[in-house]
C-alpha cells in the first residue's frame, strides 16, 4: 500500500464546492493545514450551523450562489 505524499498538496489549487457544510468545511481546514491554496463555492451559510467550523473562512476566496451560475463566475 502506498502512503500518500502530503507535499504534493503543497500550493495547489483546490476548487471546493459547498465549504460551508460539515465535510467542505473540513476539507477546507485540512487542504490549508496542507498549505494548498483553497477557492471555495457554495450557497451562504445558514445562521447557528453547527457543523461548520468558525475559522474556515480565513485566508481564502469564497463565492456564493448557486451551482448554476458556477461557469459564469469563474
Not at 502506498?2 to 483546490?14: A, P, R, T
Not at 477546507?28 to 496542507?34: A, C, D, E, P, Y
Request: a positive charge; hydrophobic letters at 35%; proline letters at 3%.
Amino acid at each position: 500500500m502506498e502512503i500518500m505524499d502530503f507535499k504534493f498538496w503543497k500550493g495547489k489549487k483546490v476548487l471546493i464546492t459547498g465549504h460551508t457544510g460539515f465535510k467542505g468545511s473540513w476539507l477546507v481546514l485540512i487542504l490549508r493545514k496542507l498549505e494548498a491554496i483553497c477557492y471555495c463555492y457554495s450557497l451562504k451559510p445558514e445562521p447557528n450551523c453547527q457543523g461548520q467550523q468558525k475559522d474556515v473562512d480565513a485566508d481564502q476566496q469564497q463565492t456564493a450562489g448557486e451551482r448554476r451560475q458556477l461557469n459564469k463566475r469563474l
